[in-house]
Structure formats: C-alpha cells, structure tokens
C-alpha cells in the first residue's frame, strides 16, 4: 500500500471525476479523457476504455503515462490542479477485484454493462492550490 496523499490533494481528487492522461509511442504524444473512480488505498485512478483505442494501444507497448485533473476556473484565486506520472495497466486478478468495487461505487450504473478496467498507478504528483496562498504547491511521490 502506498503512502497516502496529504489530505487536500484526496479531497480535491474525490470532488472531480475526469481525468486527462497523456500517451507516448514512437516519441509522439496523444492524450485522452476518461472518467475516474479514484482507489484511495492504492493511490490510483481507475478507469475503463476498449482495447481497439489508440491510448490503449499505445498504453500497451509504454505502460508510462502522465495526466492531470483540474478545476475548471477563470479565476485566479481559485485555481487547482494535480499533475501527475505513473504507469497504466489492465485490471487483473486481485487488481479487478479492488477495481470493480471501487469502480461501482462511483458509477453504480456500470454494473449494467461489461467494463474492461485500467489501473492508473501514480508514482509522483504535484497539486497546485492558489485558495492556499497564490503558486501554493502541495507535492508527493511513492515510496519504496
């Protein structure tokens, strides 16, 4: 189990629930939108996709990705943002099972059709937070 976010980045984590993930192949970015269930006790995203999409393709052969969530604002004072790496890879075993619950518990009407789950394992992040103090940066990494 990794250690846990600071509590901010959590919260902030849980109020949102669409991430941006960026892909590489062959030196040439491509990035992606999904909805997120965040799995607090792992510190990961989980979301679903199909196989036949380019970001899974290209998550296939470089399971390394970046992303972020934001809030959406024009207004200085209240912007908030994780930025984040990691690594993607297809719910297995155990994994689907921690995956699926988390899952349906953010979205409970997925239980009405198959899900093919992804695990966004987050390595390091860095929340910025202008309601903390304009520029204010809250920053983590996974420990060994």
Not at 83 to 92: T, Y
Request: charged content about 25%.
């Amino acid at each position: 189990m990794a250690e846990a976010f600071p509590q901010k980045i959590t919260d902030f984590i849980k109020r949102h629930h669409v991430i941006t993930v960026a892909t590489v192949k062959d030196g040439q970015p491509w990035c992606f939108n999904a909805f997120y269930a965040f799995d607090e006790e792992n510190q990961a995203f989980i979301i679903t996709s199909h196989d036949d999409t380019r970001h899974i393709q290209e998550v296939l052969q470089n399971k390394r990705i970046a992303g972020s969530v934001v809030l959406e604002t024009e207004i200085v004072g209240k912007v908030q943002g994780l930025q984040f790496s990691g690594e993607m890879i297809l719910c297995e075993d155990d994994d689907e099972k921690q995956a699926k619950k988390v899952y349906i518990k953010r979205f409970p009407l997925t239980t009405l059709t198959p899900k093919i789950l992804w695990k966004i394992s987050i390595f390091d992040a860095k929340y910025t937070d202008n309601t903390l103090g304009f520029g204010k940066k809250l920053l983590w990494q996974r420990g060994e």
